[in-house]
């Protein structure tokens, strides 16, 4: 199993890195989320600084949600999907190694939202260790959402509404638990960020047992 949910991460990063959709144009666009809720707050920089953390997990969940539809939309055309499961992979295998795929690329959309946030907010970071530890939760969470539903909806022809009308309630908890460790992590909360943070590791935890269990079913269904 693990070897090939290695070898589905590996193709789907190889196509990433020889098409760089991540890079070209999903980070612009997250980073146009960042300027344009930077151009709205601009007159007032303590609502800005205020809600800093809170737009950053916006942004990569919305970037999230684009991988996630192109992740499987790379495999509807063509019969990709078919041909992998006739090549003898499980269908979690392939679900799974999307999920890896999708985390890595989620990561690499994080730093530089989180570039952004720091330029275009003008916030002071007072806790590297905490954005850290709550920004690898945080995207890991919704690549294993992206996935699990990216699998539900492939083929569909509504799967450009369907999936983040799927997605985006169940990563609210994500959402909240990653802002307000933000919060802290940037000095505007004196919360307690790593109890925060612990709650989003218990979400990762428990959307891994979900899906571990419904990966490969969905697939097959779908």
Do not use: H
């Not at 991540?22 to 303590?46: E, G, K, M, S």
């Amino acid at each position: 199993m693990l070897r090939e949910i290695w070898l589905v991460c590996r193709k789907d990063l190889t196509i990433e890195w020889r098409a760089r959709v991540t890079l070209v144009q999903i980070v612009p666009t997250v980073l146009l989320v960042l300027v344009v809720f930077a151009f709205a707050f601009d007159a007032n920089p303590t609502l800005l600084g205020a809600g800093a953390g809170g737009l950053f997990w916006v942004a990569v969940l919305f970037g999230a949600v684009l991988g996630s539809k192109r992740s499987f939309d790379i495999e509807a055309e063509g019969g990709n999907l078919d041909a992998l499961r006739l090549g003898g992979l499980a269908p979690a295998a392939i679900v799974w190694g999307k999920a890896t795929a999708l985390a890595l690329q989620s990561m690499v959309v994080g730093v530089f939202a989180a570039a952004g946030l720091l330029v275009l907010f003008s916030v002071t970071v007072e806790d590297w260790l905490l954005i850290v530890a709550a920004g690898l939760c945080g995207t890991a969470a919704f690549a294993v959402c992206g996935a699990l539903y990216g699998a539900m909806t492939v083929g569909l022809r509504s799967a450009d509404t369907l999936l983040p009308l799927l997605l985006i309630p169940v990563a609210a908890p994500v959402l909240l638990a990653g802002t307000r460790a933000f919060d802290v992590a940037l000095g505007t909360s004196a919360d307690q960020g790593w109890s925060w943070t612990a709650l989003l590791a218990v979400v990762l935890v428990t959307y891994i047992a979900v899906g571990w269990a419904a990966a490969g079913p969905l697939l097959e269904d779908a």
